[in-house]
């Protein structure tokens, strides 16, 4: 099915975002995105700490070709977002960015938005999942991120995706992120790659294919 879909996006041709948007946020900052497809079934992906909106420009394809709209944030404090006055980004609600995505799609029809994150992403992604009522995230990808919310706290079918020497000056992610796996509620999946590349950076390696192929078995429910 992946490969299936990238041809259609080579053949398409490689196009941009079909939209640019600014969205407001609950606590009133502004957050820049990108806009891909038209469907019913809606998805944010939420980028990891070093890097942008720009950086899911190949998995949004991908996801638009199948079926899903689909907004990629960037973050304030990151790419296009900038943080209000001299409020250091590190004390930026962050969570409440992926919200105003959320919210943006169900305004415009989707009748379902589901969260993809990679590590910092993948934390903010998981808070606000936490904090809206079950049903409201239908499900959840996270890369390489090891939520603050308690396990039992994310409902609904969630994809764990980890590179097995993934580390950090800590050590290696895996234990710890395992860990949070197994005290999390069903449905869930877990999954080990081959490699130390950290989270999205995972999409550059010769395991980028296989990760987008769990990713949509996961989202598109099969």
Do not use: C
Request: net charge positive; glycine share 10%.
């Amino acid at each position: 099915m992946v490969r299936m879909l990238f041809m259609l996006v080579a053949l398409a041709g490689w196009s941009p975002a079909q939209q640019h948007l600014k969205l407001t946020t609950q606590d009133g900052g502004v957050v820049h995105a990108n806009l891909y497809g038209k469907g019913k079934r809606g998805i944010v992906l939420a980028h990891g700490g070093l890097l942008t909106k720009e950086s899911w420009a190949k998995q949004a394809q991908i996801l638009a070709a199948a079926g899903f709209r689909v907004i990629a944030i960037d973050f304030r404090g990151f790419g296009e977002s900038r943080v209000a006055g001299q409020t250091d980004s590190d004390t930026v609600p962050h969570h409440l960015d992926v919200l105003a995505a959320v919210r943006y799609l169900r305004k415009a029809g989707a009748r379902t938005v589901s969260l993809v994150g990679g590590s910092f992403g993948g934390v903010a992604a998981a808070r606000i999942t936490a904090d809206l009522k079950p049903g409201e995230i239908d499900r959840l990808v996270l890369l390489a991120a090891q939520p603050d919310v308690p396990p039992e706290k994310l409902p609904g079918p969630k994809l764990f995706i980890v590179a097995r020497d993934d580390a950090n000056s800590a050590g290696l992610r895996l234990p710890g992120i395992r860990a949070y796996y197994e005290k999390a509620l069903e449905p869930k999946q877990w999954m080990t790659i081959d490699g130390d590349s950290h989270a999205q950076f995972i999409f550059q390696t010769d395991q980028g294919d296989r990760v987008m192929a769990a990713i949509l078995r996961v989202l598109t429910g099969q």
